[in-house]
């Protein structure tokens, strides 16, 4: 089996676990808990969220591409794997004080500090979880291993121990621990696995690491925008209860939206290889990509729409039935978040246009930010499910609109790709 292949079987198996292993614990969860908990819990998540997305600050891919061209190398390896480290601590410990900040001045904060603080620990362990690392090396193997062996730990935590409302600081710890238990397991044996050894970072290279980052960050930043914001901007107009509903909807849609990203991430280290020797046969690789997913995308939609109902009373229970509801409305979200990333990480990124990549996900997100309260006040969390599509597909037009307009041959060559992917169906089917 090729590293590539092997790469997506262990990704797949990781986001299986990542999403079935908080499935099997969630029904539990909102039972125990009950709607107004849970939604406190989702609140305080999708704030400590923006944190997360500051620490990753366009890591995932940067220092994942620079990892892939370098592996080879022990001596850049361990400068590349210190710095950015030492990036993602400084971020993370500047996020501690914004939060801190956030927390003393705003009421509606001040009231959950604690809550905050504890699911702050996803932040930390974020920072500290070399998940780039492996990518770069094309290990991911690895990553599933320790991701996989600290998920189940704090699932069964949750079983053992979470017994009520008044357990919901014990809840928020154990559902935001698993990135920092597999920080400590994997750290400990990046050494031995990767040939590198922890040294001083300069001040020069962390601040090259910031600058190949920042065109990433301000997309990925940006993407929370519009993501993130919607479970935290729908909390600050709407009971506890409705802000349950809408976060519980929200992981089913993207329990299934997360079968795309193993696909992706195995394959953005093997088309930034092979774009260094022809990008004509790299996007044409994309391309092909691009027809696997959105057919996937595509049924995965259908199946969410029609099914909605049962699968909502199925996985959490009927007191959570208006959930049903938000899941139909969101149901093309998967085929939307397919094409855009294709077009993003393994397309925009890889013809180097930064700025389209940022324009992409910074004009839409901020007119996602200047309408959604007036959205989520308004129209509730329908509306808010019906606006975030829209924003995705804003993100779309824009990345297809500028790749024509700046790289009308690489975007040939992916489309090509695309459609001798069908070719190759209608050929099967005959």
């Not at 890889?350 to 308004?378: E, F, W």
Request: proline share 5%; with cysteine; charged share 10%.
């Amino acid at each position: 089996m090729s590293a590539l292949k092997r790469n997506i079987v262990s990704l797949f198996t990781l986001q299986g676990a990542a999403y079935l292993l908080p499935l099997v614990a969630i029904p539990y969860l909102v039972r125990v808990l009950g709607p107004a908990t849970y939604g406190r819990i989702a609140f305080a998540q999708a704030f400590v969220q923006y944190f997360v997305l500051l620490t990753d600050y366009g890591f995932n891919l940067s220092a994942t591409r620079s990892i892939a061209l370098t592996k080879s190398d022990p001596q850049a390896l361990s400068r590349i794997f210190s710095s950015v480290i030492a990036a993602k601590l400084c971020l993370a410990t500047a996020g501690w004080g914004v939060l801190e900040v956030a927390c003393m001045t705003s009421p509606a904060l001040s009231r959950d500090h604690a809550l905050f603080a504890v699911c702050y620990l996803s932040v930390l362990g974020n920072a500290l979880f070399p998940v780039w690392l492996f990518q770069g090396i094309e290990r991911m193997g690895y990553i599933t291993t320790f991701s996989i062996a600290a998920r189940s730990l704090t699932v069964l935590g949750l079983f053992l121990l979470v017994r009520g409302p008044h357990d919901i600081l014990l809840a928020a710890a154990l559902l935001s621990a698993s990135p920092l238990l597999s920080a400590a397991i994997s750290l400990p044996l990046v050494a031995r696995i990767a040939n590198i050894r922890l040294v001083w970072p300069s001040l020069r290279h962390m601040r090259e690491a910031f600058v190949q980052g920042w065109h990433i960050f301000t997309a990925t930043f940006g993407g929370a925008l519009y993501n993130n914001s919607n479970t935290f901007f729908l909390g600050l107009v709407a009971p506890p209860a409705v802000v349950g509903y809408f976060a519980a909807a929200d992981k089913l849609i993207r329990a299934v939206q997360g079968l795309i990203s193993p696909v992706s991430e195995a394959a953005y280290p093997h088309i930034a290889i092979l774009a260094a020797t022809s990008r004509e046969a790299a996007f044409r690789f994309v391309g092909r990509l691009l027809g696997v997913l959105c057919v996937g995308a595509a049924l995965a939609a259908l199946l969410l729409y029609f099914t909605a109902g049962p699968m909502v009373r199925l996985a959490l229970g009927s007191t959570f039935a208006p959930a049903s509801k938000i899941v139909q409305a969101l149901a093309p979200w998967p085929l939307l978040i397919a094409l855009n990333v294709v077009f993003g990480a393994l397309f925009v990124v890889q013809l180097g246009l930064g700025r389209l990549l940022t324009a992409s996900i910074i004009l839409p997100g901020l007119l996602h930010i200047a309408l959604l309260y007036p959205v989520a006040k308004y129209l509730g969390p329908i509306g808010v499910a019906y606006f975030m599509l829209f924003t995705e597909a804003c993100v779309f037009l824009i990345r297809l609109f500028g790749t024509w307009r700046s790289r009308p041959a690489e975007l040939r060559a992916l489309l090509g790709g695309f459609g001798s992917h069908f070719v190759r169906l209608g050929h099967a089917r005959n």
